[in-house]
Nanobody
Framework: QVRFVESGGGLVQPGGSLRLSCAAP???????????VAWFRQAPGGQRELVAG???????TYADSVKGRFTISRDNSRKRVLLQMNSLKPEDTGLYYC??????????????WGQGTQVTVSP
């Protein structure tokens, strides 16, 4: 099974910043560039939700709750997707995952998930 590898999470105070990185698994590096990829998060006791997505030509979409604070980008040469998170709030706390999506539909992620990276925003 093919899983992305997430990193960059941590504990940060409100108002702080983090940059998450998502590396494409080796098995799909040859097909990474045409993929749409998204970041998702799951808060404790909550459901997994879309945070931000990016398509092969770097058009982006964001959840309303993160617009203006988060920026998603991709580095096709390194086969990775980044999520720059600024002005973090306690409600941004959660386990962050990245995944490819089916046919460019950010509401249809792949069924296989990585381990995620934990983001905790707390004083």
């Amino acid at each position: 099974q093919v899983r992305f590898v997430e990193s960059g999470g941590g504990l940060v105070q409100p108002g702080g910043s983090l940059r998450l990185s998502c590396a494409a698994p080796r098995a799909i590096t040859s097909v990474f560039n045409p993929l749409s990829v998204a970041w998702f998060r799951q808060a404790p006791g909550g459901q997994r939700e879309l945070v931000a997505g990016i398509n092969p030509v770097s058009s982006t979409t964001y959840a309303d709750s993160v617009k203006g604070r988060f920026t998603i980008s991709r580095d096709n040469s390194r086969k990775r997707v980044l999520l720059q998170m600024n002005s973090l709030k306690p409600e941004d706390t959660g386990l962050y995952y990245c995944n490819s999506v089916t046919n460019g539909n950010f509401q249809r992620p792949s069924d296989v998930w990585g381990q995620g990276t934990q983001v905790t925003v707390s004083p």
